[in-house]
């Protein structure tokens, strides 16, 4: 692994608790982690985002398309 890809997987990892942590996440930071992301950080990230929208009442539409386009 080189140092690139250290701190490409450090931006990722940032940015996932960031959005976990957020009720209402940057649509900016959500797109910056699906273009960091690989397949096996796809997966968690799918998973937290599926967290929010079984968490949330009404979820946000964004999410819900977020995550069917992981799929």
């Known amino acids: ?6 701190v490409r997987d450090e931006l990722f990892t940032t940015l996932l608790r960031k959005i976990e942590g957020d009720p209402y996440p940057s649509s900016t930071m959500m797109d910056m982690i699906e273009q960091l992301a690989d397949d096996e950080q796809r997966a968690q990230y ?3 985002l599926m967290e929010k929208v079984a968490q949330d009442e009404y979820p946000s539409l964004d999410l819900i398309r977020r995550v069917q386009a992981l799929c």
């Open 1 to 6: 692994m080189t140092a690139t890809d250290d």
């Open 46 to 48: 799918a998973r937290v």
